[in-house]
């Protein structure tokens, strides 16, 4: 269990991010358009998965502009943004912000992604949703690179997570 600060107050992850060097757990996300995607559908890609809690908060938004900003000169790299949004409110937020570097992808039809990644918040005003993380995998589904942001109000450390992908 991670214990982190949402405001400045206690919350907790219900685990841990995948440690480094592991093969990352597999997942099932829905897209946009309401079709599911697997880890295996991205299979010999780099991948950062950029986890929040929701788009309609403003870091959360900030993320997902600085991703789509950084992906645009990414090779074989691809950037999934991954909260417990409904598909809608992701292709609604993307359409308005002009992302296309990007895939949103949602948790919440099962909640299992944010288990198995140790990410679901367990308590506090965001409890059920996603706590702020990144994790890098090469190529071949190993994690190269995971940070859990301490206080869910401040954004992750970009270019960490950028140097991390360019050694994977």
Do not use: H
């Amino acid at each position: 269990m991670a214990s982190i600060t949402l405001g400045g107050n206690p919350a907790n992850t219900i685990g841990e991010l995948p440690n480094s060097g592991e093969k990352a757990p597999n997942f099932t996300l829905t897209k946009s358009d309401m079709a599911e995607v697997s880890l295996s559908d991205y299979a010999g890609a780099k991948l950062v998965l950029n986890i929040f809690p929701s788009v309609d908060t403003g870091t959360c938004a900030k993320s997902v502009r600085q991703f789509n900003e950084e992906a645009a000169d990414l090779e074989n790299t691809k950037v999934l943004c991954i909260s417990k949004d409904l598909p809608f409110a992701q292709a609604r937020f993307c359409g308005a912000e002009g992302i296309e570097n990007v895939e949103m992808l949602s948790d919440y039809k099962t909640g299992a992604f944010g288990k198995d990644y140790g990410v679901e918040f367990t308590d506090s005003a965001f409890q059920t949703l996603l706590s702020r993380a990144i994790v890098v995998l090469d190529g071949a589904g190993t994690v190269a690179y995971t940070e859990q942001v301490s206080e869910t109000a401040d954004e992750p450390n970009y270019k960490a997570a950028l140097d991390a992908l360019m050694n994977a």
